[in-house]
């Protein structure tokens, strides 16, 4: 299967603060907050949403091809992807900017405060995806993820009009986008993925009802952070999936764009959506085990060992047969 991964790598720089954000905010005065947080630590890492995903599918053998804009310091980064079976030959490297930069703050119930600088990214609405398809062949899969806006919604047309099943990922992009843009990313996706809150944000940005939004895609997949995640579509049974239990919580970056990996590796390999979201679960539970996206390893055995103490040996025997 061959898959593309449009969307932004970066840089992230990720601090921790030990108390809650929650006690420095003053109840009615949201509109005028002002707040400095001392952090306990800090991390330089890898990251990026398509640059996150790619690795993750490379992690479980795939070799995706990444369709992003990079900045003029990318060949140490370039040197790891390759390393780990990401096919960057296609890359946009900017002569005059930087790769994008990721700023997060996480207290100590996980909560988040974030920005991201684009540098680099802002250059990628000039990636043309006929050259490559013209080199890799049609792609039987391009995941838009979160990236230039006039990128995402360029991919999303080409591939419509070419007939490529597109998994739509907007996620932390809604927040900047148009209503009718978000339309023109949703309407005709394969497959939709978003969070409780991006659900909403997107049904009161585009007008659409829930149920709107599902007519709108084939399938939809909706996270529920500690909860798991639940795939649901017309004509079909919702499927609920809960996550493995953790060996710690270190850091939630880049948790959502692992189980994208891991749902997409069991499509590639002709699995059932359960087991796709188990195996997005399982890989997004090593990546909150770890600090950093792209920090986390195991051997086919680790992974099997925990997918069956998690789902069951039945569970275990289907992905055994592809994760080598």
Known sequence: MKIGVAGSVGRDHIMTFSGKFSDSIVAGSLENISLSFLVDGLEV?????????????????????????????????????????????????????????FTVTTDSELNQFASFFPGAMSEARNIELQPIIDKEGTLDLLIVSPDDPDAMLRHTEVAKSKGIPILADPSQQLARLEGEQIKSLIDGATYLFLNEYELALAIQKTGWSDDE?????????????????????????????????????????GVGDSFRSGFVAGLAWGLNHQRCAEIGSLLATYVIETMGTQEYSFTSTEFLDRFELAYGADARSEIALHLV
């Open 45 to 101: 890492r890898r990251g990026g949403c398509a640059a996150n995903i790619s690795f993750g599918l490379a992690v479980l053998g795939h070799k995706p091809v990444l369709i992003a804009a990079v900045g003029k310091d990318w060949p140490d980064y370039n040197a790891w992807l390759s390393r780990h079976g990401v096919d960057t030959s296609h890359a946009l490297v900017s002569t005059t900017q930087f790769t994008s930069l």
């Open 213 to 253: 939004i599902l007519d709108r895609v084939k399938y939809r997949i909706v996270t529920l952070g500690s909860e798991g995640s639940r795939v649901e579509g017309r004509g079909i049974e919702t499927i609920v999936v809960g996550c493995p239990q953790e060996r710690g919580k270190v850091d939630p970056t």
